[in-house]
């Protein structure tokens, strides 16, 4: 199997990483981690997050950054972003409303936005949920997205997590995107019913939605190997496809401690070969 780069979305312990990054981050590098994906940054300059890195023989390939359509916003975005070294920005979530009754609007500020990073040496990138597996014109909203969006302003960052739960094969899904996709986030989880409704938060959402589905579906977050997803046959199939960094992720940590989970991702990761 490929070795791929192997990173952990830092999301999975982000009480930790607010309470202590120096460390946090020296213990991520100390459980085999290489690569870091941010989801904000505690306050710090870029220049200290570097520093940090740096310290710790760490490489922050990805952030997710909520987009704007202020491109003085973004450009500030991505002049942080060269300094900390990222290659990639991801959007982590867009208003489904928004796809729904204004997607031309919504794939021109998409373009717009991409090609300020392209212009910056970032390639932006959309990781998805499961609700962009609803249908607009008889598509997928994540297929008509990229079919509107050429590559050089957004490629995918394909969720293995929500593409299962969406109730569609991650596998075939990643070769569907064979030679756009670089990332993938790895996400493993149980539950008695796919395509359930929503069962998690989102990032820079402050409306604090009630996630019904999550107690009655028994859904649950887990160390990945330990629930649904064949990461055999994901890997074998982001391999054929082309992607060369892997990022493990656990939005809550459940029946483990954030740290003890993301250490239990690596080492499962460690039995495939990576």
Request: hydrophobic share 40%; with cysteine; charged share 25%.
């Amino acid at each position: 199997m490929k070795k791929f780069k192997v990173g952990l979305q830092l999301f999975s312990i982000r009480d930790e990483m607010e309470k202590d990054m120096d460390g946090t981050l020296g213990a991520i590098k100390a459980m085999g981690y290489d690569y870091v994906e941010f989801a904000g940054f505690y306050g710090k300059s870029a220049e200290e997050i570097r520093m940090l890195l740096d310290k710790h023989g760490l490489k922050c390939i990805s952030v997710h950054q909520n987009i704007s359509e202020s491109m003085e916003d973004m450009q500030a975005h991505a002049d942080y972003l060269k300094v900390i070294g990222a290659k990639y920005s991801a959007i982590p979530w867009y208003d489904l409303e928004q796809f729904e009754s204004n997607f031309d609007g919504v794939a021109e500020l998409f373009m717009k936005v991409g090609k300020l990073f392209k212009d910056n040496g970032i390639q932006m990138l959309y990781h998805n949920h499961d609700f962009e597996f609803i249908k607009i014109d008889g598509e997928y909203i994540l297929d008509k997205l990229y079919a509107t969006v050429p590559a050089e302003s957004l490629n995918p960052q394909l969720d293995t997590c929500w593409v299962r739960y969406a109730g569609v094969d991650p596998a075939e899904y990643i070769k569907k995107y064979t030679g756009r996709l670089s990332v993938i986030h790895l996400k493993d989880f149980k539950c008695n019913k796919l395509a359930n409704g929503p069962v998690y938060e989102l990032i820079g959402d402050d409306s604090k939605n009630e996630m019904p589905s999550r107690e009655d579906n028994d859904f649950k977050f887990l160390p990945l190997g330990m629930g649904l997803q064949d990461f055999p046959a994901i890997l074998a199939a982001a391999e054929s496809a082309g992607v060369e960094y892997v990022i493990a992720e656990l939005d809550d940590a459940t029946e483990h401690s954030p740290m003890e989970s993301a250490q239990m991702s690596r080492e499962y990761l460690k039995t495939l070969g990576l």
